[in-house]
């Protein structure tokens, strides 16, 4: 199977620059290293009518071209039954019943990390499931067998990080982005995951997860955010952060390309022309800090 990289939206609404810069990221990688680069709309949850072909046609604007046909998560749910299936017939999953409220309320385990799940219901008896079942419909969590787990990442070096009993199906039936994404990657021969650094840390989860389901753990690099000029992960609220909201107030979308592409220490123009000059090694490595349309910055010490 061909190499590759991808990028992967949530139709949620317009990309903002912030999206826009990884998605440019991660087809200068790709494309760089000989990789075919792959769009994925990931479409399980949060929706919204007309948002898909707005980002489609945005990334296009900007220089961000894709081989295939565009794949949509909400059309692979066999895939992610039958890797379901799989990890419960090895023992490996468990009905959960309980609430967000409950596992914030509950206890920690001993030993357990901050913020993992306490595994209230993993060793629930036969009569204790048929109680919860009668109450209320069950989630699908993981029966993890560590309690952490290390990637390597071309940006961050070796991160080890926590690895509890997460879910891979809700209890309305939606499959769990932990389990989708790396179904969706070995799928497609994604063997390159470029995406912003604040899912680094979930990262240990699906590559542990991979490992079970003996799938391939691609390699990662998790870049710098954009955020505002308060220092919080840009927003659309932030003012004109999209393509359309940036045409209204005078930049088109060249000129926005051109201004990410300086930010990345790149020369302005064609994307394609960036990759001539696109090294790694030599990205910045911390946030770029959007201050509008006249001062976009990167953070000091970047």
């Not at 290390?150 to 199906?169: A, K, N, P």
Request: glycine letters at 10%.
């Amino acid at each position: 199977m061909t190499s590759a990289g991808r990028f992967a939206p949530s139709p949620s609404g317009e990309l903002h620059v912030g999206n826009l810069r990884t998605a440019m990221l991660a087809w200068l990688f790709a494309r760089s290293m000989g990789r075919q680069f792959l769009l994925r709309v990931e479409d399980l949850d949060r929706a919204r009518a007309g948002a898909e072909a707005v980002q489609l046609r945005d990334l296009e604007a900007v220089g961000v071209t894709w081989d295939g046909a565009v794949v949509r998560q909400t059309a692979r749910s066999a895939l992610y039954g039958a890797a379901i299936e799989r990890l419960t017939k090895a023992g490996l999953t468990y009905e959960c019943f309980c609430t967000r409220r409950e596992i914030q309320d509950a206890p920690s385990a001993p030993h357990s990390p901050q913020g993992a799940y306490p595994g209230t219901c993993r060793n629930l008896s036969t009569a204790e499931l048929e109680i919860r079942r009668a109450s209320r419909p069950a989630a699908i969590r993981l029966r993890s067998e560590t309690a952490e787990w290390t990637v390597e990442d071309r940006l961050h070096g070796s991160y080890t990080g926590v690895v509890d009993d997460f879910v891979l199906r809700r209890n309305d039936g939606v499959t769990a982005y932990n389990l989708a994404v790396v179904v969706d990657d070995a799928e497609q021969g994604v063997d390159q995951v470029v995406r912003g650094d604040d899912l680094l840390s979930s990262t240990p989860r699906q590559a542990y997860l991979a490992s079970l389901l003996g799938l391939p753990i691609p390699e990662y690099a998790h870049v710098p955010l954009v955020l505002n000029r308060y220092g919080a992960r840009l927003a659309k609220r932030d003012g004109a952060v999209t393509l359309g909201e940036l045409a209204a107030v005078g930049l088109a979308a060249g000129e926005v390309r051109d201004v990410i592409l300086q930010s990345l220490g790149l020369p302005a123009g064609e994307l394609g022309e960036a990759l001539g000059s696109f090294d790694p090694a030599r990205l910045p490595r911390g946030p770029w800090i959007w201050n509008g349309i006249q001062q976009p910055t990167l953070r000091k010490g970047a």
